[in-house]
């Protein structure tokens, strides 16, 4: 059986009005409310208590947008035609800032962005981030229109926590859906084919259109941003993927500073192995091949922590940045070796 996963915008042909198809890639201020109660004994007073989802819908539904980006296509019967995609994003600042997928945006010629309110506003893209797929756009909204929605803590997930998805699928605007984290630390590749770490998985319905909308707790934060689904038909299976919201507390900061995101890179291909991460390539030119490090090798640790698994060694060197100079330990043909890597600008 083949196996697909599917970006989630969807895609308006130009000028077939009232139809849409839907591309797919083989391979919404949040205020907390305190509830003050008497406690008997000197244990601390209990969080507040989960909201329902209808709660959390009514909190951060004002924060949810819809995305309507326009570009430039190759026609299949010769030259260029214009066309529109629709994704869904989340206003991230009192700013006009907001957030949604690199995918929604990419080769954007104009975009525009919709509130809870039904006003449509132009929309520039300030950065953008294949890597993470991962984008920034900004709008020029009056403050009181603006629902910032706050972003949580994607470390603290467990399997079986209750979660809810807000966006436009198939262009139907602030549609709710809910069900549970799925699994934790899946993988997920990015539109530049890089490997996006830590992502989450969930079975709340998502479908083209819910992209670069946002997961949410049961406390009405963000904790990922919906992204992909792995789907046969191309619809929703129960199987989606969310970026979490760690890796979108760091990317956002600096495509919001400066328009754009360093990734470290090693240039090795890596595969979980017995006793740690074998690199199954280690590619011409980069700081793994300039260290010495060969296919084969097993790394064991890194900056002394034990390695274990792909995953692992893979968001240890997304921790670091360009220039850093990290110690790796491995094994070769039984024995132990170290090197000293600077590690590089990721390749686009």
Not at 178 to 197: D, K, Q, Y
């Amino acid at each position: 059986m083949t196996r697909k996963l599917a970006l989630l915008a969807t895609v308006l042909a130009a000028g077939a009005a009232g139809l849409a198809g839907y591309a797919a890639v083989s391979a919404g201020g949040t205020r907390t409310v305190v509830r003050e109660a008497t406690v008997p004994s000197p244990e601390p007073a209990a969080a507040t208590a989960p909201l329902s989802v209808t709660g959390v819908y009514d909190r951060a539904s004002q924060g949810v947008v819809e995305i309507t980006v326009t570009s430039t296509a190759e026609s299949p019967f010769g030259g260029a035609q214009t066309q529109q995609a629709q994704g869904s994003g989340f206003v991230y600042d009192s700013a006009g800032h907001v957030v949604t997928n690199e995918h929604v945006v990419d080769g954007a010629r104009s975009a525009s962005v919709q509130l809870w309110n039904g006003k449509t506003y132009k929309a520039t893209v300030v950065g953008s981030d294949p890597s993470t797929d991962l984008a920034v756009l900004r709008i020029d909204a009056p403050p009181a229109e603006l629902h910032p929605l706050s972003l949580g803590d994607s470390g603290a997930l467990r399997v079986g926590q209750a979660v809810v998805a807000i966006g436009s699928p198939f262009g139907l605007e602030e549609s709710v859906t809910a069900g549970i984290v799925s699994a934790l630390h899946r993988e997920m590749t990015a539109p530049n084919n890089f490997t996006i770490t830590d992502s989450i998985q969930t079975d709340a319905a998502i479908n083209h259109g819910n992209s670069g909308g946002p997961l949410l707790d049961l406390d009405g934060k963000v904790i990922g941003v919906t992204s992909q689904i792995e789907s046969d038909s191309g619809d929703n299976a129960g199987v989606g993927f969310a970026i979490p919201s760690d890796t979108v507390r760091s990317v956002v900061s600096q495509l919001i500073s400066s328009g754009s995101v360093q990734h470290a890179y090693l240039g090795v291909a890596i595969r979980t192995a017995s006793g740690g991460v074998e690199l199954t390539q280690v590619r011409s030119d980069t700081p793994a091949a300039k260290a010495g490090l060969q296919a084969g090798d097993v790394v064991t640790a890194l900056d002394g922590r034990k390695v274990t698994d792909a995953a692992g060694l893979s968001s240890a060197i997304d921790a670091k940045k360009p220039g850093d100079v990290v110690q790796l330990t491995y094994s070769r043909d039984g024995r132990s070796h170290s090197a000293s890597v600077t590690l590089a600008e990721r390749p686009s």
